[in-house]
């Protein structure tokens, strides 16, 4: 892939394009390729993409996981850098016009978009604009506000409130006094559903949502994490695509972005992501606070730690464990017996430590982590025998070597030169 940026489907938009630094990215913009005529309702509709033009009849299937072009790209690095993520909460995805934030009917996120575009300049910091599903009555009723990474929620933001509050919170990062903001906890998940946008969100992204909700309430989840259908977040042809925000071991908020996600992926990412924070590299497209370069280079630093002999410091010795890089599939026989412990890469990659969580507090959370820090860069760690951590085994069965320590290996240098001391005296003894 020749750049990280979806080119014939832009991840974001900006007022200004020719301002790379700009910190505004407003991601229901419409793609160029959309030029249909507006209806009365401000909906815009695609025919290409909706299957509704010509009377020809499109299966949804050559839109849904089995599409032709499905997992045909890599996904590491597509997702364009920022650093806020603002959620408006409004109606549902089936009403969701494809240009929202131009909708004649929709001001809310009309006026929300306008003027956050109007302020980019004043930002500190790059933020996107996305509109997410709201039901009134709920934890996201219509007109909330949710930002990441703060981890705050205004209530009940009016059109009459818009510009009041962009100044206030986004621009002089402070506190819109009439909203109260509440404090959100646990995690928050968004898969991109807005079907009138592209086919393949409107496809894939109800299914996904539908098993969350359904992993959810089989685990007991309900309260710890929110899942919500959200409107066009940039690469379509990555559909389906899912963020998700929560908080790290130092309560350091993240946000992880996945593509080609399946419902059979969604019991993979709740188990390994959010119990977990260990990052499901085969889905990760890409992190909040990190550039596009910086995000392959992280990943990449990801699987040299977990294909390369790394050391360990445990219990005040060093040791050395080998493990396997997480595309391979790794065997091994257990004293020659028939017994072993053979692993797909989806077990394999549910065992190992690559997460930035377990990363920090193996540096016994001595510094704090950094918007664009590449901590996978890393290739030594410390774990500290208190906490409980260590460093994990594909297969945990030693071999003498492995459990050989270097202060055997210093004791045995000792001995022999202590011998061959002997020895020499003792002849020189006898020569006298």
């Keep these: 892939m020749g750049s ?3 080119r014939d489907d832009p991840l974001s938009f ?3 394009p020719s301002t790379a630094s700009s910190p505004v990215t407003v991601s229901d913009y419409l793609d160029t390729f959309l030029g249909e005529p507006t ?3 401000g909906s815009f509709q695609s025919e290409s993409l909706l299957g509704g033009g010509g009377g020809e009849s499109i299966n949804d299937a050559d839109f849904g996981f089995a599409r032709p072009d499905f997992r045909s790209e890599q996904l590491a690095g597509t ?7 603002v959620f408006l909460c409004y109606k549902k995805p089936s009403v969701w016009p494809a240009r929202i934030e131009a909708a004649e009917f929709d001001r809310l996120p009309r006026l929300l978009s306008a003027a956050v575009s109007a302020r980019k300049s004043s930002m500190k910091k790059e933020t996107r604009l996305t509109i997410c599903e ?4 709920t934890e996201t009723s219509n007109g909330d506000v949710l930002i990441f990474p703060d981890m705050i929620r205004y209530r009940r933001l009016t059109h009459f409130d818009v510009d009041t509050f962009v100044e206030e919170v986004l621009v002089k990062d402070g506190e819109w006094l009439p909203g ?3 404090l959100l906890k646990g995690s928050y998940v968004f898969v991109c559903s807005h079907g009138s946008r592209d086919r393949r969100c409107g496809v894939c992204g109800p299914s996904l949502v539908s098993r969350f909700r359904e992993e959810l309430e089989f685990h007991g989840l309900q309260g710890s994490v929110s899942i919500s259908p959200c409107s066009h977040i940039g690469g379509h042809k990555y559909a389906g695509n899912v963020i998700i925000y929560r908080s790290n071991i130092n309560r350091e908020v993240t946000g992880h972005w996945y593509g080609y996600v399946t419902p059979e992926d969604v019991p993979i990412l709740l188990e390994q992501h959010i119990n977990k924070g260990e990052i499901v590299d ?5 992190e909040m606070g990190l550039s596009e370069e910086d995000q392959k280079k992280t990943q990449e630093g990801r699987f040299q730690l977990n294909g390369a002999v790394h050391t360990a410091k445990i219990n005040g010795k060093v040791s050395q464990e080998s493990s396997v890089d997480s595309a391979d599939v790794s065997c091994c026989q ?3 017996s028939s017994s072993s412990c053979c692993q797909d890469d989806t077990t394999l990659m549910l065992s190992l430590k690559t997460s930035e969580d377990n990363q920090l507090e193996s540096e016994n959370n001595t510094e704090k982590l950094t918007p664009g820090r590449k901590i996978a860069e890393k290739t030594f760690f410390r774990i500290n025998s208190d906490k409980g951590s260590s460093t994990r085994k594909v297969c945990g069965i030693p071999t003498w070597l492995e459990s050989w320590e270097r202060e055997d290996t210093y004791a045995a240098l000792a001995v022999v030169c202590a011998a061959a001391s002997v020895v020499v005296a003792y002849t020189c003894y006898k020569q006298l």
């Design 79 to 85: 997702v364009q850098f920022y650093e806020r993520h």
């Design 39 to 41: 209806s009365r309702s």
């Design 134 to 137: 709201g039901h009134d009555g």
């Design 282 to 286: 085969r889905l990760w497209r890409g």
């Design 14 to 16: 900006t007022s200004n």
């Design 334 to 336: 257990q004293n020659g």
């Design 4 to 6: 990280g940026r979806d």
């Design 180 to 182: 109260n903001p509440e």
